[in-house]
Each structure stands twice: as C-alpha cells, then as structure tokens.
C-alpha cells in the first residue's frame, strides 16, 4: 500500500518567507509526528499528533513554527519569518497508534533557506 | 545522560562478512532500543528493535545483541550485501516510540 507522502519534495525560499509542508500518512494510522533532520545526524523531534490533537508538541524550536491536522489525517507544518538555520529535511512519520507502534517515515522536505 | 553513542562513523565491509555497529547508552530507564536504516534522500525505516527483557533479537540477516549491564547493545548484519549500503541509526527512548533519543549514524559500505 502506499506509504507516507510529504509535498513539495524540495522547497527554496527567502529568508522571511512562510512556508508551509504537507505530510499524508498512511491511510488508518492515527498518530502522526513531524522531525527534523539535519545533515549527518538523526532526526530531531518535532511534534506528534493523535488524531487531530497535538499530543505533544514540546520539540517545536519557537513560536515560528506550528503544525495542524485539522481531521485527524493530512497535517501541514508552517514556518514563518524563515532563517536560515531552518535548512534541513523535515521528515513526517505515521504510526497505527501511539506510543509503541512502530514509525513509518515520509521521504522527507528538504527546506532551504536563502 | 541523554545521550547515545554510536561507532563506527563509518564501516567498510566485504559482501558476504558481518557488519556490526555498536551503541552505548547512560541512561538506564531507556526501555526501547531501534535501529533505523536510512538510504539517501529517503526517510529512515525501522529495521528491528529489541526491549531490555531479552539479549538478543533476530529477524532474517539482521540481529540485536543487548547487554544491559554493560548499557550497550549492536547490530549484526550477516553476509553483507551491497543492497545493505546504507545510514545506520540506534536510538533509544524511556516509555514512547517517538521520542527517540538517536544516534550520530553510521555509514556502511559493502564492497562487492
């Protein structure tokens, strides 16, 4: 069946821009997470959502940053006033349930910032 | 103490030998312990993960050995092959399968 899918694949924008990556799970999985990986490290957790909840939202940087999931399935994760240090790839991962359900990765957003 | 220290950075092996990478932990109320392979430009994806109630995992090539007193534990990969190359990564976590605390990777090559 089809896996997790993350839009754009790629995005470039200015420095101050908003932005805003997409994250559809796989389909009947209620838990979805948002991370942050940077080059030659693992991901960075950013927040997880149970249905259309944000269950924890406690690895997100600073208030520039926000994630939705308005009916417990699609999620969007928003950056405003974007720096520089903002490149990475944003991963999204889903899983059946939460807490000891395994995580399956999206390919991944690479953000940069110019 | 949060942190999980992964070796080698990188790891070159002959097909058909036995990789191991090897991850130390402090914390001692971690209680799940992954292992992720990431291929570039893709998503990690969980290769085999193992609970401090037992020493080892197996699952096909691929096996975990977990040495609790020690707080260390390592992957095996049997009879490498060049589809193996890839990142490697060990985390842990204490109660949840999301707040993982990762490794730094490791780069594996299998020379064919």
């Known amino acids: 069946g089809a896996g997790v899918s993350q839009t754009p694949s790629n995005k470039v924008t200015e420095k101050g821009k908003y932005v805003e990556l997409r994250c559809d799970p796989i389909?009947?999985?209620?838990?979805l997470y948002w991370y942050r990986q940077s080059l030659g490290q693992g991901p960075e957790f950013l927040i997880y959502?149970?249905?259309?909840?944000?269950?924890?939202d406690s690895g997100l940087p600073n208030d520039r940053f926000f994630a939705v999931r308005p009916e417990g399935s699609v999620s969007t994760l928003k950056i405003q006033r974007t720096e520089r240090g903002d490149s990475a790839v944003y991963l999204c991962?889903?899983?059946?349930?939460?807490?000891?359900?395994?995580?399956?990765f999206g390919n991944g957003t690479r953000l940069t910032v110019t | 103490q949060q942190q999980v220290k992964q070796s080698p950075q990188s790891l070159i092996v002959q097909k058909g030998g036995i990789s191991i990478i090897n991850c130390a932990y402090e914390?001692?109320?971690?209680?799940?312990f992954p292992w992720y392979q990431q291929f570039p430009g893709k998503g990690p994806a969980l290769l085999i993960a193992?609970?401090?109630d037992v020493s080892e995992k197996k699952e096909g090539r691929f096996t975990i050995s977990f040495n609790k007193s020690a707080k260390q534990f390592s992957l095996h990969i049997m009879d490498s092959q060049p589809g193996d190359s890839a990142t490697y990564f060990c985390?842990?976590?204490?109660?949840?399968?999301?707040?993982?605390?990762w490794g730094a990777g490791t780069k594996l090559i299998i020379k064919p």
């Open positions: 991962a889903s899983s059946l349930q939460g807490y000891n359900s395994p995580l399956h």
């Open positions: 389909s009947g999985h209620t838990a």
């Open positions: 959502f149970q249905g259309t909840g944000a269950a924890d």
């Open positions: 914390n001692t109320a971690f209680d799940y």
């Open positions: 193992i609970r401090p």
């Open positions: 985390a842990a976590s204490r109660g949840s399968n999301y707040q993982l605390i």
